[in-house]
């Protein structure tokens, strides 16, 4: 059972102090669908005040924790430790949303307040000796106190958290590490501001329409608003990849890809103010002076120790497993490209900006697919009610679109999510278009995470963020095949966060080789030919895709998929090679990675996913030493799907009841004894080779 608003905004807000400014909305109840944040009273000079409080609140919770005179237990020092910090949480909501999406000059000088303040909080709590001795109290007596399974593992994470952020180690030791941390904090925060600073800013102007040839019309219309809005004759094309891969996969102007993906190729790599190079340089040492602290030989052994993976001989088995097999496939698509372009008289020089361009001839070539002629299939609406549809078939889930619900954006929209027995279960929140102050990629996140209150849940409410393909003038929003899986993909994480059911928020968080089984599932229904027909709807005329395109999207299902798999993995490897680097000196990021590569035998016509200069995810991102994490994922979703595919129905409801028990607990759980128990065996690779036609 989920709380009811008015409950709900009594819980968010715990006592207030009668000094509370009044006119802060962080301070007062929300009267708002669901108790979101009132983004129409929010103002950026509420922040620091409201992070402040927060910061006051939870340390006044330590200091019960740490003063009980009652001795060490489960109730009175691991419990309140887990649900603790529920004002900054409600803060943190709000802040990131508009951190990640709609960042302004006075917002980046907030975060950066912010961010040392929160560090420096974190740092406190982590290290503080007497509140350490207490957990480590009830951990040494866990096995005589009566606790259940859930209880037993919380006070083992807890235990283990406090151990893996330096709670053990002594005072020299606590102080470089509070150190280090707000260095990789400071570190990390200028790496995504100088990215965002380079997205922001770079765009190329084209001016004869020769250059627009076989463009698709949308994109086209795009690009004039885009220089309309800068000013600027003729047409913009941006480093959004809504804007970018429509121009590199149709444009005949060889000068101008170049000169557009060499621009997405260096950003943050030009010498200048923006330039991340020492920024990496100084987080690789840093992380690795951190693990040698915590007593690890390099950070991603500290990082993997608590992932399915383990170690890092695991993780380049995989990576090395798939490696040659796609290397080898990428180059049988790279000569038939070749092929392609030595018809067209133009010699048998092939560079990296030329892939996309010779790809979409060689789809049309070999699967007779213009994606020009699926995307008014994939009308941005028809697509989320695809995703509903899935979602009900699924699980019995529904939504309602919610009007007048706040939000920071007019292009955001909400809807209220509901169980299958009609009982409100959460609510998402999407917001799809780039924007000036945006971040790139696309990802999941929440305003509030589901918790339970008094013996009642807390029903979450998910966000939904994506940079696609703008609707114009007189066409709605038409995604590329490419989109409407990223909007599956996110969804999934949306979906794993809405189901959440766990009784301890020490126990939600799951490891990052495990995140993306809920998110990458998906996007095995987003094209399969029984799910197509449910959504994929021409959006002037109604009509469901003909059988012919599905026919024809389905046989093209391995296309590409050398390059796909090859440049994922060159990313994961590049990873990998940073954060296991050892002991570590000065770093000269271009030949470091240059030398990565090479050595693997990566063909200069394909760039690493992720360019070190620009690989937010491991820089920015949390993903460090797990961005391996998606292939690890892929292996458990094949495998996954496979067990609805096995009976025959994918939509089996026994086998989505059971992968739905798996989304619901959450870290609670043995991942892998989880996953286990959902597929009677542990996850196989077989799937997954064949997905990619690597078998």
């Not at 913009?236 to 170049?258: C, G, I």
């Not at 007593?295 to 995989?318: I, Q, T």
Request: hydrophobic residues 35%; contains cysteine; negative net charge.
């Amino acid at each position: 059972m989920a709380l009811s608003a008015a409950t709900l905004l009594s819980v968010s807000c715990g006592n207030e102090s009668a000094d509370v400014n009044k006119e802060n909305p962080f301070f007062v109840e929300w009267s708002t669908p669901f108790g979101m944040p009132p983004f129409d009273k929010i103002e950026n000079k509420h922040f620091i005040p409201a992070f402040e409080e927060g910061i006051k609140r939870h340390n006044a919770e330590i200091d019960a924790i740490v003063n009980n005179p009652d001795a060490p237990s489960f109730e009175n020092t691991i419990l309140p430790l887990s649900e603790g910090n529920e004002f900054t949480s409600r803060v943190s909501g709000a802040y990131g949303a508009l951190t990640s999406s709609m960042m302004t000059d006075e917002l980046k000088d907030i975060q950066k307040q912010v961010s040392s303040m929160m560090t420096r909080h974190s740092n406190e709590v982590n290290l503080n000796d007497k509140l350490f001795s207490r957990v480590k109290d009830v951990y040494e007596k866990r096995s005589t106190m009566g606790l259940d399974s859930l209880q037993l593992r919380l006070v083992e994470k807890t235990y283990k958290r406090f151990v893996r952020n330096g709670a053990a180690l002594p005072l020299n030791k606590k102080n470089k590490l509070k150190t280090i941390n707000e260095q990789l904090s400071d570190l990390s925060l200028r790496f995504g501001n100088n990215l965002l600073k380079d997205m922001n800013t770079f765009y190329i102007t084209v001016t004869d329409t020769a250059s627009l040839v076989g463009m698709p019309a949308t994109a086209v219309e795009s690009a004039k608003k885009a220089a309309t809005d800068r000013g600027v004759e003729g047409w913009v094309f941006t480093l959004d990849k809504s804007s970018m891969l429509p121009f590199l996969q149709y444009s005949p102007d060889e000068a101008k890809r170049k000169e557009l993906y060499m621009g997405y190729l260096n950003r943050c790599n030009y010498g200048n103010e923006t330039d991340n190079k020492d920024i990496i340089d100084s987080m690789v040492n840093l992380r690795q002076q951190r693990a040698e602290l915590l007593g690890y030989k390099d950070y991603a052994s500290y990082v993997l120790e608590d992932n399915m993976a383990k170690n890092s001989e695991n993780v380049y088995a995989l990576l090395n497993k798939i490696w040659t097999p796609a290397l080898n496939r990428a180059k049988d698509e790279l000569a038939k490209m070749k092929k392609i372009k030595a018809d067209e008289g133009k010699g048998d020089q092939f560079n990296s900006w030329d892939w996309w361009y010779y790809a979409e001839k060689l789809r049309k070539a070999e699967y007779d697919l213009d994606e020009s002629l699926i995307r008014p299939y994939f009308s941005i609406d028809n697509v989320r009610e695809g995703i509903f549809t899935v979602v009900g078939n699924l699980y019995g889930i529904t939504f309602k679109e919610v009007e007048g619900a706040p939000v920071y954006s007019d292009e955001c929209r909400v809807f209220e999510v509901f169980d299958n027995d009609g009982t409100h279960l959460g609510a998402v929140v999407l917001d799809m278009y780039p924007r000036s102050g945006k971040r790139v990629g696309a990802w999941c996140s929440s305003y509030r995470s589901q918790s339970y209150k008094d013996g009642l849940r807390v029903a979450p409410i998910s966000t939904v963020t994506c940079n696609f393909t703008r609707p114009t003038s007189d066409t709605p929003a038409l995604l590329s095949i490419d989109e409407v899986e990223t909007f599956f993909h996110e969804f999934g994480h949306a979906i794993h966060g809405l189901v959440s059911d766990v009784r301890y928020q020490g126990l939600k968080g799951t490891p990052r080789d495990f995140v993306e089984l809920p998110s990458q599932i998906m996007e095995n229904w987003a094209t399969h030919p029984q799910v197509l027909k449910l959504y994929a709807k021409h959006y002037l005329t109604g009509e469901t895709i003909p059988d012919e395109l599905i026919v024809k999207i389905n046989n093209s299902s391995l296309f590409n998929k050398g390059f796909i798999t090859t440049e994922l993995i060159a990313a994961s490897l590049l990873d990998m090679d940073y954060h296991t680097l050892g002991k570590v000196g000065n770093i000269d990021v271009l030949e470091f990675e240059k030398e990565s590569m090479t050595k693997r035998g990566l063909i200069p016509e394909i760039e690493p996913r992720y360019r070190s200069t620009y690989f937010q995810h491991i820089f920015n991102g949390g993903y460090a030493a797990g961005y391996y994490g998606y292939t690890w994922s892929q292996v458990l979703d094949a495998d996954a799907f496979s067990a609805f595919v096995e009976t025959g129905n994918i939509f089996d409801p026994a086998t989505a009841a059971r992968f739905r028990q798996l989304l619901e607990v959450g870290g609670s759980y043995d991942e892998a004894e989880t996953y286990a128990k959902f597929r009677g065996h542990a996850p196989e690779e077989t799937a997954l080779m064949k997905r990619l036609g690597l078998e």
